[in-house]
């Protein structure tokens, strides 16, 4: 009816939604006339993103808009996505009233105990095509509207309110979080300049733990990934992350199936067998194509040698794959992380429980971390997953003032340790990206740059860099990062939604 204040509107909506699911580390996946799907890391930061649209769009000149929020999976497929996470976050919306912000039962789990974050329950509803009912919240803080109860039909019930005007708008908000991620994607592999020949590529699988105890099977994982670590740091190779090569633990695919899924041409696998302080180590590099054994060594060693076994490894394979190796990564790769054996063993305990991505498992990871600082003041890599951690942990008791300063102070304290260190200047560049200044991104940028000079390997210092690109809306300066994030890492959820 009226076209000029139309295109007013839509023009509010658009600038309001983009700056602040920017400022709350989202991202807007779709954004149509009336309409926009976005994507956030945290169920706190989309409700508070929500919260903040709801504020201005109720200022002059009004937005009628519905906001509708759930935490779930999701699938990415040729450009589309979709999957539980954006179905119920549709019909969620559709239950919402002009001014509202809606959120499910399960995100309301996420964020109930936010002081800052007021709800109301709604009662129990069936949604379309969803099986069990759903209970539907309301944000209840100041300026929101929140719907009389009897404008919902009780339990089990639909809607009952006369239908939403045609011109109020709508936002699906559908929160991702590593843990909840379990679909399947499907993308388009990319190749990328930075990387190198496949003839100098290797996947490292997990090292089977022949201990017959399960308690030590954080000892074995940790023995795969420090390997990959060190390997990583050879700029003549092209390593894959742990990420995807964990997908392939207990796996009964050949080693060329594997390969072709990882695009490497090399295969190392072993085992790890501890008993006390006795170790016996066994590996062998294995052409892919061929399946021929390049070699193989057995080593019959004590706990106080793990290092140095780690270390010929690793320069085994740089020498089997004719890899250049300087001497500065000869010298990370021999570099030993802390003379203090129990807090090794407490950092891999801690990277075990990291790595099984829940909130709880992530909380027990950061508490490791700190007991293996206590035990090693100088354990540089203890203190840089110490800040990665709290990056992935969420709020939990701090404000959100004292949880940056955690990160910024473990982050620096790591760098300052060791200055060479990959992992230390991708978390002291995840605390810049995380703060919302223009000079913060710069310096995040510089920080994600030195980490990837360190370790050319290192998926998630690509992966920030790109989203630092398209957090300023630079997409196809992006492509490249995320891309060779992917293709270093190219079985992890993550790497794929960034690259959707």
Same mark, same amino acid.
């Given at each position: 009816?009226?076209?000029?204040?139309?295109?007013?509107?839509?023009?509010?909506?658009?600038?309001?939604?983009?700056?602040?699911?920017?400022?709350?580390?989202?991202?807007?996946?779709?954004?149509?006339?009336?309409?926009?799907?976005?994507?956030?890391?945290?169920?706190?930061?989309?409700?508070?993103?929500?919260?903040?649209?709801?504020?201005?769009?109720?200022?002059? *000149?009004?937005? *009628?808009?519905?906001?509708? =929020?759930?935490?779930?999976?999701?699938?990415?497929?040729?450009?589309?996505?979709?999957?539980?996470?954006?179905?119920?976050?549709?019909?969620?919306?559709?239950?919402?009233?002009?001014?509202?912000?809606?959120?499910?039962?399960?995100?309301?789990?996420? =964020?109930?105990?936010?002081?800052?974050?007021?709800?109301?329950?709604?009662?129990?509803?069936?949604?379309?095509?969803?099986?069990? *009912?759903?209970?539907?919240?309301?944000?209840?803080?100041?300026?929101?509207?929140?719907?009389?109860?009897?404008?919902?039909?009780?339990?089990?019930?639909?809607?009952?309110?006369?239908?939403?005007?045609?011109?109020?708008?709508?936002?699906?908000?559908?929160?991702?979080?590593?843990?909840?991620?379990?679909?399947?994607?499907?993308?388009?592999?990319?190749?990328?300049?930075?990387?190198?020949?496949?003839?100098?590529?290797?996947?490292?699988? *997990?090292?089977?733990?022949?201990?017959?105890?399960?308690?030590?099977?954080?000892?074995?994982?940790?023995?795969?990934?420090?390997?990959?670590?060190?390997?990583? !740091?050879?700029?003549?190779?092209?390593?894959?992350?742990?990420?995807?090569?964990?997908?392939?633990?207990?796996?009964?695919?050949?080693?060329?199936?594997?390969?072709?899924?990882?695009?490497?041409?090399?295969?190392?696998?072993?085992?790890? !067998?501890?008993?006390?302080?006795?170790?016996?180590?066994?590996?062998?590099?294995?052409?892919?194509?061929?399946?021929?054994?390049? +070699?193989?060594?057995?080593?019959?060693?004590?706990?106080?040698?793990?290092?140095?076994?780690?270390?010929?490894?690793?320069?085994?394979?740089?020498?089997?794959?004719?890899?250049?190796?300087?001497?500065?990564?000869?010298?990370?790769?021999?570099?030993?992380?802390?003379?203090?054996?129990?807090?090794?063993?407490?950092?891999?305990?801690?990277?075990?429980?990291? /790595?099984?991505?829940?909130?709880?498992?992530?909380?027990?990871?950061?508490?490791?971390?700190?007991?293996?600082?206590?035990?090693?003041?100088?354990?540089? !890599?203890?203190?840089?997953?110490?800040?990665?951690?709290?990056?992935?942990?969420?709020?939990?008791?701090?404000?959100?003032?004292?949880?940056?300063?955690?990160?910024?102070?473990?982050?620096?304290?790591?760098?300052?340790?060791?200055? /060479?260190?990959a992992s230390a200047h991708t978390a002291l560049g995840q605390f810049y990206f995380m703060s919302p200044s223009l000079n913060d991104s710069i310096m995040a940028m510089k920080e994600f740059d030195k980490a990837i000079?360190?370790?050319?390997?290192?998926?998630?210092? +690509?992966?920030?860099?790109?989203?630092?690109?398209?957090?300023?809306y630079e997409f196809e300066k992006a492509m490249p990062f995320v891309a060779t994030a992917l293709n270093l890492d190219p079985l992890s959820p993550i790497r794929m939604i960034s690259m959707a």
């Open positions: 009816e009226d076209e000029m204040k139309a295109t007013l509107l839509r023009d509010k909506l658009k600038n309001i939604l983009e700056d602040e699911v920017r400022a709350h580390h989202g991202r807007v996946l779709k954004l149509s006339g009336d309409g926009a799907l976005c994507i956030f890391n945290s169920a706190i930061e989309a409700t508070y993103a929500a919260i903040a649209i709801q504020k201005y769009m109720s200022e002059d *000149p009004k937005v *009628p808009l519905r906001i509708g =929020i759930h935490s779930g999976d999701v699938m990415f497929e040729e450009g589309d996505v979709h999957g539980d996470g954006v179905n119920i976050a549709s019909r969620i919306e559709s239950f919402a009233v002009p001014g509202s912000v809606f959120i499910s039962g399960k995100l309301h789990d996420e =964020i109930k105990n936010q002081k800052n974050i007021d709800t109301i329950s709604l009662g129990r509803f069936d949604l379309k095509n969803v099986s069990e *009912p759903v209970e539907i919240y309301a944000v209840s803080n100041e300026g929101l509207v929140v719907p009389q109860k009897k404008i919902l039909v009780g339990k089990g019930g639909k809607y009952s309110g006369t239908k939403t005007p045609s011109h109020t708008w709508m936002i699906l908000m559908t929160i991702i979080t590593v843990t909840s991620i379990v679909a399947f994607f499907l993308y388009k592999k990319t190749q990328t300049a930075q990387l190198t020949g496949i003839e100098k590529s290797i996947a490292v699988l *997990p090292f089977t733990n022949m201990s017959g105890d399960m308690d030590n099977e954080y000892f074995s994982d940790g023995i795969t990934e420090d390997i990959i670590t060190r390997l990583s !740091q050879v700029s003549d190779l092209k390593v894959i992350s742990r990420t995807s090569v964990m997908r392939f633990k207990n796996t009964t695919k050949n080693i060329k199936d594997i390969a072709s899924e990882l695009d490497v041409a090399s295969i190392l696998e072993g085992s790890v !067998q501890k008993s006390g302080n006795k170790l016996r180590i066994t590996a062998q590099l294995i052409n892919a194509q061929s399946d021929e054994h390049l +070699w193989a060594e057995k080593y019959d060693v004590e706990l106080k040698d793990i290092f140095q076994v780690q270390s010929d490894v690793s320069e085994l394979i740089a020498l089997s794959l004719k890899a250049t190796l300087t001497a500065f990564q000869k010298s990370r790769i021999e570099k030993k992380p802390t003379e203090n054996l129990e807090a090794y063993n407490l950092y891999l305990r801690a990277n075990y429980l990291w /790595n099984k991505q829940t909130l709880e498992s992530i909380g027990q990871a950061a508490d490791l971390y700190k007991q293996a600082i206590k035990l090693d003041s100088n354990f540089a !890599q203890a203190y840089a997953a110490t800040a990665i951690a709290s990056v992935s942990g969420g709020l939990r008791e701090s404000s959100w003032e004292e949880h940056l300063e955690n990160i910024h102070k473990n982050a620096e304290h790591a760098v300052s340790l060791d200055s /060479n260190l000079e360190l370790d050319p390997n290192y998926a998630h210092a +690509w992966t920030y860099k790109g989203w630092l690109y398209e957090l300023n």
